[in-house]
């Protein structure tokens, strides 16, 4: 079975830019987290997907946004982008059920400038 | 709120030393527990995990016992190897949604020959 794969790996971005980060899910997996962890830090829960509808949400200001599709897939828009955006954002996938584990991506590295 | 405390690295230890990693956590009602992993470069891995309290998550040598009474789950391996340089993440769920997961800041390990 193929993992969770994000792209872009990298990508740089100027203050008050867009961004959108991309994460396709472990098949068969229809629940979709997203993570920001910054340089040094535990890893924060931005928001999760399941069925194309967001069900659950951190501690972060509307400019962030998500989608999920029919496929699970899933992306993360930023828009206004601040310095303190950078980190590396980390998408994970699950199954339906409590006790599913999740299962990271490798990340995407977003530097703002 | 739910919070992770974990204690501060960066550890260094020597090939088949003993390891302990200390977590505490203050949480509303009862979480379950978890440790992951993160090697250079790539996502998070869960290690181990334990759902209620005096359960005993294991793997690859790892152990962490869920102490309700101390609020702790102390990640411990009883032979460390090189192979085990990682940074390591306790974290918890929030009860009723196992994926919105709340972190510690991390403990990096390095493990000498």
């Known amino acids: 079975e193929t993992g969770v794969t994000q792209s872009p790996t990298h990508l740089i971005k100027t203050r008050g830019q867009q961004v959108t980060l991309r994460c396709s899910s472990q098949s068969g997996h229809n629940t979709v987290s997203w993570y920001q962890q910054a340089l040094g830090q535990g890893p924060q829960f931005i928001f999760q997907?399941?069925?194309?509808?967001?069900?659950g949400r951190g501690n972060f200001p509307p400019r962030f946004s998500g989608l999920q599709f029919p496929n699970y897939s899933s992306e993360l828009n930023v828009n206004a982008l601040e310095l303190d955006d950078s980190a590396l954002y980390l998408c994970a996938s699950s199954l339906e059920g409590s006790n599913s584990p999740l299962y990271f991506g490798n990340g995407t590295r977003l530097t703002v400038t | 709120g739910n919070s992770v405390t974990q204690m501060e690295g960066p550890v260094t230890l020597s090939e088949e030393a003993f390891l302990t990693i200390n977590c505490t956590y203050t949480?509303?009602?009862?979480?379950?527990l978890f440790w992951y992993v993160q090697y250079p470069g790539e996502g998070l891995q869960l290690l181990l995990k334990?759902?209620?309290?005096?359960d005993k998550g294991s793997n690859k040598g790892f152990e962490a016992t869920y102490r309700k009474e101390t609020t702790s789950f102390h990640l411990e391996k009883g032979s460390v190897q090189v192979s085990d340089s990682a940074v390591y993440f306790c974290?918890?769920?929030?009860?009723?949604?196992?994926?919105?997961?709340?972190f510690g800041s991390g403990t990096q390990l390095t493990v000498l020959p």
């Open positions: 334990a759902t209620k309290a005096d």
């Open positions: 974290a918890l769920n929030r009860p009723g949604s196992a994926r919105q997961l709340t």
């Open positions: 997907y399941y069925r194309e509808e967001e069900n």
């Open positions: 949480a509303t009602g009862y979480p379950s």
